[in-house]
């Protein structure tokens, strides 16, 4: 685990004066509400949709119903929808999605409880990860917020490399 996860992200945007906006389903708010715990943040965060219903991720964030009844709310496919949408909504440099099953209920053999995809998005492309969780449903989702946050450190310091 990524000690002072929000400030290391928020660092990094600053860095290459990027924006960054998220989309969240499982977390709730988590994430931003995470990053907008360090002050200037507004510097680089434009803001998040949380989008938990099936109708609010076609309506604001432009995923397909298609993609959403043939791979449900939780899948890569979606999460890429998610991510293109939500930095497309708020014209961000970089887009951020998180997907998942918080549990208690909701889990299936092939996705379980902390079952999660997360996205990003930038005008190069559209990378996802995977992560699956083994706590209860606060747990799950502060587990989730912090591995989305280290997936986009961890982009950011790679892409810097280059």
Request: aromatic share 8%; with cysteine.
């Amino acid at each position: 685990m990524i000690e002072d996860i929000e400030v290391k992200v928020g660092q990094e945007l600053r860095k290459r004066g990027w924006r960054l906006a998220i989309a969240e389903s499982c977390t709730g708010g988590l994430i931003g509400h995470r990053i907008t715990n360090i002050s200037g943040s507004s510097t680089y965060y434009l803001g998040s949709i949380i989008a938990y219903s099936y109708r609010a991720k076609v309506r604001l964030l432009g995923v397909s119903w298609d993609t959403l009844e043939e791979h449900g709310a939780v899948s890569e496919e979606t999460i890429k929808e998610m991510a293109v949408g939500i930095r497309h909504a708020l014209a961000a440099d970089i887009g951020l999605a998180v997907s998942g099953i918080a549990g208690p209920t909701g889990g299936t053999p092939t996705k379980p409880v902390g079952y999660t995809w997360i996205g990003l998005s930038t005008p190069e492309g559209v990378w996802t990860l995977q992560h699956t969780a083994g706590g209860n449903r606060i747990e799950n989702k502060q587990e989730a917020s912090q591995v989305a946050l280290e997936f986009l450190y961890n982009f950011l310091v790679e892409d810097g490399k280059d």
